[in-house]
């Protein structure tokens, strides 16, 4: 082949290329290239025809420009002009083609354009021509081209004068179009005189008509051809026959064996084709799953490559001993690599490395290594990539459930993971610890105690504090017999964390609350106290609100008796099918799990946990709550479930009851009389929730109004809407007053740059000096400064609370100030910013 | 080779998995060559392409040349200054993918004669023939680097007016009716 010379012919083309390189900028580009779209649109519009050699140069350029990522709306027709042209240069035909393969395959109108053409050269028994006509319909393989050649393909391939080069062409190309619209590739009356090609060209290549040693590669035989063979046979169920059994049994091993013997090339590419077929051979022997000698031979040969100095190989190795660990048979042979596994999962450089080796982890995983697996994958979580970090979580979660062997370890296990990992783990994970807590009052005491201790620590994920509150909110007296523990203690505990969680983590916790004081009724002074402050009964939040409200009702009106049904602890949830397993089938698709269920069905008796089908999912959660005579009975689906605020229109309800006995007007007078709706705050309300459009409603006890709440936070120039239900009790006279109001941004931050010395302990003193006080280890960054403190007036008091960022690199810092008034905030910063 | 066709097609019934698409892109990120077996729209491409180009030269030299994108196998060859880069399935073989790359710039050397990105750059119309001699549909359709030789050089010959079979070494104006008439007769022929 003598070599080409560059630029082949086309001057301009390779003048327009060379100039597109020498940009300087973007913008110079995007400039050159609008310059030659208006030349060549105006030479395609202008009166004067083109030859054929322009035509070529002009859709050659069009070409580049798209490959360089820009659009290009014109210049198709020109190229299907150059199919049917009347010039006589072939390679403008072939241009054309190129131009329609890359750039038309979604233009519908075109292609019917172009169909002309290509039937022409279909049938035009020149093999060049039909070859590129086949190809053009493959690389555009739309639904229209399946239309218009769905049905002349299969008489091309099997017509007896059609070149081997051409049949090549067909075959594939049906292929494609099958893939497409399988609807209109009517197979039925051609397959068997296709599967007849494949005897027909074994013949060819074992007459040697072609060159076999041209499909020599690397010196391995047919690498392609080998992979395609194995990977057809993975198509049918293995060979019934015992003869053809047998054969093929002989070949897998012989290319086990090959894959022992010294290679005949140091090249990469050498092992890289044995290889493959040797990956394809394992994919084979795992499909057919049948032959234990041949499946343990496998995994040695894996294991083998597991410590390879080819990463390519190592990767590999991983993930199809992954499915090798299904197979029953080499279950065992795969788990004596668990070390090496272990190893590539803390010492692989390459991420997508080791998450293969935490697939395997998890694959080769059962009751006799879960402890070492569970805690190895735990360890990984810390400086596992941001992106697989959920999957781990789900994975962990669901093999600790699966193999605990007490449920302690289970307990612990899972409050690690929140420990590590909180940001991933997701509700179902959460749910599932508290239902199995539930369900096993072996592991109840143990619970409240570990979830206790956890939430000792200064900063601990929003996650802990739920699984905390609702946990001692159950169970939190199988530990209040310690001193250390003691139900005062439990409750300040969960209160420090109150302030700084999420709405539906305050609602539980509140629902927490009203089970201490049942639980203690020592702590119902203090907790009625803390329902009874403005922050809780006046919150913005109506769902928070309503319950501080509800609850304290609760709390001062039903007796004993009364309140202990109500609060009761809750029943044991209804067993079924892990939700964290079907959340990582929807995460992986179906197959990611295929470890589990394997083990469900080989080892369900042994279980500690059964099969699948226990513990409740979601649905399971809320279907409780419905039947479930406790008005708690949502702690966990605080905002899925019908809020509390309905529970009164609940006939049946015990809180109806609760509340009748207090006379017939209690529900509406609950609301009423404590006036938390019937005026609106002043605008001081300390209600935390920042930045949030509230509205308050000005209600009167003649008036019942309802309204459906909405997201809290507006966004800049949104519009929402709430509906208003509004019923008349009684008459009146007055106007009635609707008042809405928003809260402002209560934040205020700078950056600016370092005025004074950047030195730790001078900072401290400033800061202190301030009169705040100085708080350590709340900040996850050390070297942060967070402060809080109370400004207090004759008239109000304002609560601060500041952080200082310092850059020593940048000498620069950002400050941040929130307090509970907006221009305190503002101005606070702006004198502080100051000092720095 | 001839077989690798009759196995293809049998392969079709049971939705053998495939090459999805192809993609050349330099060390600074400038795509050089897109090669799609799947229909897609051009914004998708372009989202695609860039992702993937950003995660690919995102990657250290020693890493493996898999990896797992979106629920996609990608796998990628640096040559040089330019990544050649394909999608395949779930099911398909990584290793002898990374040989189909390997063969590709194989047959673009033998070509061009020690082929740089420059030679693709500006003969990418060449790059897109022959790897369309080699892949059809996303299937290797003729591995031995001779035939597809063979064949691109018969479609150069196109180029020249004395290769161009003698049916259509006529005047210009002819050419379209000429063209038309074989194209006829032949389609006669056959009915």
């Given at each position: ?5 560059k ?7 390779a003048?327009?290329?060379?100039d597109?390189?020498?940009c300087?900028?973007k913008?110079a580009?995007i400039?050159?290239i609008n310059k ?8 395609f519009?202008?009166d004067k025809?083109l ?5 070529k ?5 069009l070409?580049?420009?798209f490959?360089?990522?820009h659009?290009?709306?014109?210049g198709h027709?020109e190229?299907v002009?150059?199919?049917?042209s ?10 054309g083609?190129?131009f329609?393969?890359v ?5 519908s109108e075109l ?5 002309n053409?290509i039937?022409?050269d279909?049938s035009s028994?020149?093999?060049t021509f039909?070859?590129l006509?086949?190809?053009c319909?493959?690389?555009v393989g739309?639904?229209?081209m399946?239309e218009a ?6 008489r091309?391939?099997v ?9 090549q062409?067909?075959?594939l190309?049906l292929?494609?179009?099958?893939k ?12 068997s005189r296709v599967v ?5 060209q ?7 008509s072609t060159?076999?040693?041209d499909y020599?590669y690397y010196?391995?035989?047919?690498p392609?051809?080998?992979?395609k063979?194995?990977r ?7 060979p019934?026959?015992g ?5 093929l ?5 012989t290319?086990?064996n090959?894959a022992q ?6 090249k ?10 040797l990956?394809?051979a394992?994919?084979l022997?795992i ?9 343990v031979?496998a995994c040695?040969q894996?294991?083998?490559f597991?410590?390879h100095r080819e990463?390519?190989l190592r990767y590999l190795a991983l ?12 279950h065992?042979?795969?788990k004596?690599h668990i070390?090496?596994?272990i190893?590539a999962?803390k ?7 080791r998450q293969?080796?935490a697939?395997?982890?998890?694959a080769m995983?059962?009751?006799s290594?879960?402890k070492?697996?569970?805690?190895e994958m735990?360890?990984?979580l810390?400086t596992?990539d ?5 999957e781990m979580?789900?994975?962990v979660?669901i093999?600790?459930?699966k193999y605990?062997v007490?449920y302690s370890?289970?307990v612990d296990t899972?409050?690690n993971l929140?420990?590590?990992?909180g ?7 959460w749910?599932?610890v508290i239902?199995i807590?539930i369900n096993?009052?072996?592991v ?9 201790e956890a939430?000792q620590a200064?900063?601990?994920h ?6 905390g509150?609702y946990i001692?909110?159950e169970f939190g007296?199988?530990i209040a ?10 409750f300040?505990l969960l ?5 700084l969680?999420?709405v539906p983590t305050r609602?539980l916790l509140?629902?927490?609350y ?15 106290e803390v329902?009874r402050?403005?922050?809780?009964i006046?919150n913005?939040?109506?769902e928070?609100?309503q319950?501080a ?5 609760l ?5 004993t008796?009364v309140?202990?049904t109500?609060?009761e602890?809750?029943?044991p949830f209804p067993?079924?099918e892990?939700?964290?397993?079907a ?5 992986k ?6 470890v589990?269920e394997?083990?469900?069905?080989k ?5 500690l946990?059964?099969?699948?089908d ?9 279907s409780?709550?419905?039947?479930t005579p406790?008005p ?10 019908a809020?509390?605020?309905?529970a009164?229109?609940n006939?049946?309800s015990?809180?109806v009851?609760?509340f009748?006995?207090a ?5 509406s007078?609950a609301v009423?009389d404590?006036g938390?709706?019937s ?9 935390p929730p ?8 000005n ?8 309204t459906k709440?909405?997201?809290p936070l507006?966004?800049?120039g949104?519009q929402i809407?709430q509906v208003?239900?509004?019923e ?6 007055d106007?009635?007053l609707?008042?809405?109001k928003?809260?402002?941004q209560?934040e ?10 950047m030195?730790?302990?001078v900072?401290?003193?400033?800061l202190?000096g301030?009169?705040?006080?100085l ?6 960054n050390p070297?942060n400064y967070?402060c809080a403190?109370?400004i ?6 304002v609560g601060?609370?500041?952080r200082?960022e310092p850059n020593a690199?940048?000498q620069m810092?950002?400050?941040?100030l929130?307090?509970?008034?907006d221009s305190?905030?503002?101005?606070l910063?702006?004198?502080l910013a100051e000092?720095f | 080779?001839?077989n ?5 097609l049998?392969?079709?019934?049971l ?7 192809m993609?050349?892109f ?7 060559l897109q090669?799609w077996?799947v229909?897609?729209?051009d ?7 860039r ?11 020693k890493m493996c040349?898999?990896?797992e994108w ?15 880069c394909c999608?395949?399935?779930?099911q398909?073989n990584e290793?002898i993918?990374l040989?189909?790359?390997?063969r590709y710039v194989e047959?673009?050397d033998?070509?061009f004669g020690?082929?740089?990105e420059?030679?693709?750059i500006?003969?990418f119309e060449?790059a897109y023939?022959i ?7 996303g299937?290797a359709?003729?591995?031995s680097?001779?035939n ?10 196109l180029?020249?007016?004395?290769g ?6 006529k005047?210009?104006e002819?050419l379209q009716?000429s063209?038309e008439?074989l194209l006829s007769n ?6």
């Amino acid at each position: 082949m003598p070599a080409v010379s560059k630029g082949d012919g086309m001057r301009g083309l390779a003048v327009f290329i060379s100039d597109i390189r020498n940009c300087k900028s973007k913008e110079a580009e995007i400039k050159r290239i609008n310059k030659e779209l208006a030349n060549i649109r105006s030479k395609f519009k202008g009166d004067k025809a083109l030859d054929g050699y322009s035509k070529k140069k002009y859709v050659c350029k069009l070409l580049f420009i798209f490959l360089l990522g820009h659009d290009i709306d014109f210049g198709h027709m020109e190229a299907v002009n150059l199919l049917s042209s009347n010039n006589m240069m072939g390679v403008n035909w072939t241009l054309g083609y190129l131009f329609i393969s890359v750039l038309v395959n979604s233009n519908s109108e075109l292609i019917r354009l172009i169909n002309n053409a290509i039937k022409n050269d279909l049938s035009s028994r020149n093999p060049t021509f039909m070859c590129l006509a086949l190809h053009c319909i493959a690389n555009v393989g739309s639904r229209e081209m399946a239309e218009a050649f769905a049905s002349e393909i299969p008489r091309i391939l099997v017509a007896g004068d059609t070149m081997d080069s051409v049949k090549q062409s067909a075959a594939l190309c049906l292929l494609r179009l099958y893939k497409t619209s399988p609807d209109l590739v009517l197979m039925g009356e051609w397959t068997s005189r296709v599967v007849h090609l494949l005897n027909d060209q074994h013949m060819i290549v074992s007459s040697a008509s072609t060159d076999l040693q041209d499909y020599t590669y690397y010196f391995v035989p047919a690498p392609w051809l080998s992979c395609k063979l194995l990977r057809l046979l993975q198509c049918y169920p293995p060979p019934e026959d015992g003869a053809v059994k047998g054969r093929l049994v002989e070949c897998l091993e012989t290319i086990l064996n090959k894959a022992q013997e010294p290679p005949k090339s140091k090249k990469v590419q050498h092992s890289n084709a044995k290889n493959a077929i040797l990956f394809e051979a394992i994919s084979l022997i795992i499909h057919y799953d049948s032959e234990p000698n041949l499946l343990v031979r496998a995994c040695n040969q894996l294991g083998q490559f597991l410590q390879h100095r080819e990463t390519n190989l190592r990767y590999l190795a991983l993930e199809s001993m992954c499915t090798l660990a299904s197979s029953e048979f080499s279950h065992e042979a795969v788990k004596t690599h668990i070390e090496t596994v272990i190893n590539a999962l803390k010492t692989e450089r390459d991420v997508s490395v080791r998450q293969r080796a935490a697939d395997l982890l998890y694959a080769m995983c059962d009751r006799s290594n879960a402890k070492q697996i569970v805690a190895e994958m735990l360890s990984y979580l810390e400086t596992a990539d941001y992106s697989i970090r959920e999957e781990m979580v789900l994975k962990v979660a669901i093999l600790a459930e699966k193999y605990a062997v007490d449920y302690s370890w289970y307990v612990d296990t899972i409050l690690n993971l929140i420990r590590i990992a909180g940001d991933y783990v997701s509700e179902e994970v959460w749910y599932r610890v508290i239902q199995i807590v539930i369900n096993r009052d072996d592991v109840q005491g143990y619970a409240a105690k570990t979830v206790f201790e956890a939430l000792q620590a200064p900063a601990c994920h929003e996650n802990m504090v739920k699984v905390g509150g609702y946990i001692l909110g159950e169970f939190g007296n199988l530990i209040a017999g310690d001193p250390r523990s003691s139900p005062l203690v439990q409750f300040n505990l969960l209160h420090s964390k109150f302030h700084l969680c999420s709405v539906p983590t305050r609602a539980l916790l509140l629902s927490a609350y009203i089970k201490f004081i049942n639980l203690f009724p020592e702590t119902k002074a203090t907790i009625q106290e803390v329902l009874r402050c403005d922050s809780q009964i006046r919150n913005s939040d109506v769902e928070l609100q309503q319950r501080a409200v509800e609850y304290l009702k609760l709390s001062s009106i039903a007796s004993t008796d009364v309140l202990a049904t109500v609060l009761e602890e809750m029943p044991p949830f209804p067993e079924r099918e892990s939700s964290i397993l079907a959340k990582l089938k929807k995460k992986k698709g179906p197959g990611a799990v295929s470890v589990t269920e394997l083990e469900d069905n080989k080892r369900e008796g042994g279980e500690l946990n059964g099969g699948g089908d226990r513990g409740p999912d979601t649905a399971a959660i809320a279907s409780s709550n419905a039947s479930t005579p406790s008005p708690s009975a949502d702690l966990l689906g605080i905002r899925s479930a019908a809020p509390i605020g309905a529970a009164p229109a609940n006939a049946g309800s015990l809180l109806v009851d609760v509340f009748s006995e207090a006379g017939p007007a209690a529900p509406s007078a609950a609301v009423n009389d404590d006036g938390f709706l019937s005026s609106a705050p002043p605008s001081e309300d300390p209600a935390p929730p920042l930045s949030e459009a509230d509205e308050l409603l000005n209600n009167w006890p003649k008036l019942n109004v309802q309204t459906k709440p909405v997201e809290p936070l507006v966004e800049g120039g949104a519009q929402i809407q709430q509906v208003l239900n509004i019923e008349c009790l009684t008459d009146f006279s007055d106007a009635p007053l609707l008042n809405i109001k928003f809260r402002p941004q209560q934040e205020a931050q700078k950056i600016f740059k370092a005025n004074h010395s950047m030195d730790t302990e001078v900072l401290k003193a400033k800061l202190l000096g301030l009169g705040t006080a100085l708080l350590d280890n709340v900040d996850p960054n050390p070297e942060n400064y967070v402060c809080a403190g109370v400004i207090q007036t004759k008239g109000q008091q304002v609560g601060c609370l500041l952080r200082l960022e310092p850059n020593a690199q940048a000498q620069m810092y950002r400050l941040t100030l929130r307090c509970s008034k907006d221009s305190v905030s503002r101005r606070l910063c702006e004198l502080l910013a100051e000092q720095f | 080779m001839r077989n690798t066709v009759s196995t293809s097609l049998t392969n079709q019934k049971l939705q053998c998995p495939t090459m999805q698409f192809m993609l050349l892109f330099s060390r600074q990120g400038k795509l050089r060559l897109q090669k799609w077996y799947v229909p897609l729209s051009d914004k998708e491409k372009k989202k695609i392409t860039r992702e993937l180009v950003q995660t690919v030269l995102a990657r250290k030299p020693k890493m493996c040349s898999f990896l797992e994108w979106r629920d996609l196998k990608i796998v990628y060859k640096r040559y040089a200054s330019l990544y050649f880069c394909c999608a395949i399935e779930d099911q398909d073989n990584e290793l002898i993918t990374l040989e189909i790359i390997h063969r590709y710039v194989e047959l673009l050397d033998k070509y061009f004669g020690s082929v740089c990105e420059l030679d693709i750059i500006f003969n990418f119309e060449k790059a897109y023939f022959i790897l369309d001699e080699f892949l059809l549909g996303g299937e290797a359709q003729e591995t031995s680097k001779k035939n597809v030789l063979k064949a691109i050089e018969q479609a150069d010959l196109l180029q020249e007016i004395r290769g161009v079979p003698l049916y259509l070494q006529k005047p210009p104006e002819d050419l379209q009716v000429s063209r038309e008439d074989l194209l006829s007769n032949t389609t006669n022929n056959r009915t």
